[in-house]
């Protein structure tokens, strides 16, 4: 796909499935690593902690557990087309290795940076910051939908929080699915509203990286 279409569908939908190449060796090793965690060999002194519920995060820090974590953004050029994109050079600000488990969404439709009425303080960074989540397909079964993606929300917000919550929900609403994949990593804009999907079988992991 040409570079003028990746950075229209990032300013017109406000996310972008990335083609990447799964023989990347960042990608390969992350890859093995999700798969020796899910097996439960984990390094000393690391673990899967509980932050949200049915969900746990690689702790104490999951740049720390290997160097990969942290490399594989630029080696699948992730950072070139955020810097086109954004006008300026951009680096990896948090980086996050995620279970989801079995169950019901642990996060319902929201946008990261939101103020709606009668909120004393706006939630989030403002501008809203863009984050780069691999989805590996580490499994021996059909890829599943794991993030609802409302396209062009960030575009439009209303202020009543209901209504913006709401809107997404409806059926003339562009909604798109993202799913488990080892050749695509999604690149959003974090004031688009998006919703977690509930788990069915063995957990999914996301490795999620915020750029600043």
């Known amino acids: 796909m040409e570079r003028s279409i990746y950075l229209d569908q990032l300013y017109f939908d406000g996310f972008l499935k990335f083609k990447i190449d799964p023989k990347n060796s960042d ?6 690593i999700i798969k020796s965690i899910e097996d439960g060999n984990i390094k ?4 899967m902690e509980t932050k949200y519920d049915r969900s746990a995060d690689l702790r104490p820090s999951t740049i720390e557990y290997d160097a990969s974590f942290s490399k594989v953004c630029e080696s699948i050029g992730v950072i070139d087309i955020l810097n086109e994109y954004l006008k300026y050079k951009t680096k990896p600000r948090t980086v996050q290795l995620r279970a989801a488990y079995e169950g019901s969404s642990y996060l319902s439709w929201h946008r990261d940076t939101h103020k709606y009425k009668n909120d004393a303080t706006t939630v989030g960074n403002v501008p809203p910051v863009f984050k780069a989540i691999y989805y590996p397909h580490i499994s021996n079964n059909k890829p599943r939908a794991t993030l609802r993606v409302s396209s062009g929300s960030h575009l439009r917000y209303f202020n009543s929080k209901i209504v913006d919550l709401t809107v997404p929900r409806l059926m003339f609403n562009k909604k798109v699915d993202i799913q488990e994949s080892n050749d695509t990593i999604l690149i959003f804009n ?14 999914i992991y996301r490795l999620i990286t915020s750029f600043k």
Do not use: A, D, R, W
């Not at 974090?190 to 957990?203: C, R």
């Open 27 to 32: 990608l390969k090793n992350i890859n093995e």
């Open 44 to 47: 000393e002194g690391f673990s």
């Open 190 to 203: 974090t004031g688009l509203l998006h919703s977690v999907l509930s788990v069915k079988g063995t957990p």
